[in-house]
């Protein structure tokens, strides 16, 4: 039990255009939700948390305008990078909060942009 | 500030017990000890957690020091298929501390 579903995989896009990431919780509730980025032979790193409902807390360096969170549902978060670079290219994952399962992680989304 | 600390690398054989260690020195009374393994490209999956005792699932157990200042994940058998990053994560109410990750090698 206690599944992410994160889509999509991998996505490739031009830079300046925007790419938004869905992550859906399929057999419980997500009332919060974490996105990180990841890259290349790294931890993982905190961007922000999402609660349903509200808006989602930034950690610090990481520009809430750029990285649009949406948490309208207590079964979907999405995470939107917005005019999106080369830099912004990484592994985003999502996570949430289980009763018995500990954090369950998405599949995660490796962004390329060109 | 809190750090959780692991080494970077880690070997051993095929069928052999294989034990992860983990330092969490600013570990506070309530803070949980989780584990996760990353393969490449995927999302990380979940282990193992704990808060005092020593716990054990299917897939592992976890053995907490008295202190709480250290933790070891312990495979009893590793197989080719355990190969992966092994990350420790403190949870302090949801301020979640990740170590860098071990690199665990099976060797057949």
């Known amino acids: 039990g206690a599944v992410v579903s994160q889509h999509p995989s991998r996505v490739i896009c031009k830079s300046g255009t925007s790419v938004k990431i869905e992550c859906r919780s399929l057999d419980f509730q997500a009332t919060t939700m974490f996105w990180y980025r990841q890259f290349p032979k790294q931890s993982l790193m905190l961007m922000a948390t999402s609660n349903e409902g509200s808006k989602a807390t930034y950690e610090q360096g990481v520009e809430k305008d750029k990285f649009l969170i949406n948490h309208a549902s207590l079964t979907l978060s999405t995470l939107t990078v917005t005019s999106a670079h080369p830099e912004d290219s990484s592994f985003y994952i999502c996570?949430?909060?289980?009763?018995?399962?500990?954090?369950?992680f998405g599949s995660g989304t490796r962004l390329t942009v060109v | 500030d809190a750090k959780t600390t692991q080494p970077n690398s880690m070997e051993s054989n095929e069928e052999e017990p294989v034990h992860l260690p983990c330092n969490h020195s600013?570990?506070?009374?309530?803070?949980?000890i989780h584990w996760y393994r990353q393969l490449p490209s995927q999302g990380p999956e979940y282990v193992i957690h704990g808060l005092t005792s020593n716990v054990n699932n299917r897939m592992a157990s976890l053995a907490i020091a008295e202190d709480r200042k250290s933790s070891t994940l312990i495979l009893h058998r590793a197989t080719l298929r355990d190969a992966a990053v092994y990350y420790c994560m403190m949870d302090s109410n949801y301020q979640l501390i990740w170590g860098a990750g071990t690199k665990l090698i099976i060797k057949p």
């Open positions: 600013t570990i506070s009374g309530t803070d949980y």
């Open positions: 996570s949430s909060k289980t009763e018995s399962y500990g954090y369950t």
